[in-house]
């Protein structure tokens, strides 16, 4: 069995910076793909990022182009989260794939963690 926790959400103003943790735990080996998910109040959970096991590939929403930055280190990942905005607020998960490659449908994780919650004010 493999575990997903992640760590660093908070209270942050407009404008400002946060750094998520994503930390697996338990059968590691099977870490392929990682990505990052947020579900707003009222909302379906919708796609962030994903980056390959390799950390080669990445993809972003367009949303978060050019101001989050993933990055990994074998079962953990990094979401820096930079110039932040009152919409980015949510609860975010961090999810895993036994498989290769990028994937951007929620479907297609096997693993989530419990998911922090990340608030930005105007």
């Known amino acids: 069995q493999l575990q997903l926790v992640e760590s660093g959400g908070g209270l942050v103003q407009a404008g400002g910076s946060l750094r998520l943790s994503c930390a697996a735990s338990?059968?590691?080996?099977?870490?392929?793909?990682m990505g990052w998910f947020r579900q707003a109040p009222g909302k379906e959970r919708e796609f962030v990022v994903t980056?390959?096991?390799?950390?080669?590939s990445t993809y972003y929403t367009d949303s978060v182009k050019g101001r989050f930055t993933i990055s990994r280190d074998n079962a953990k990942n990094y979401l820096q989260m930079n110039n932040m905005k009152p919409e980015d607020t949510a609860v975010y998960y961090c999810?895993?794939?036994?498989?290769?490659?990028?994937?951007?449908?929620?479907?297609?994780?096997?693993?989530w963690g419990q998911g922090t919650q990340v608030t930005v004010s105007s």
């Open positions: 980056i390959s096991r390799s950390g080669t």
């Open positions: 338990g059968r590691t080996f099977s870490v392929g793909a």
């Open positions: 999810a895993a794939t036994p498989n290769f490659g990028i994937y951007m449908k929620s479907s297609e994780y096997n693993y």
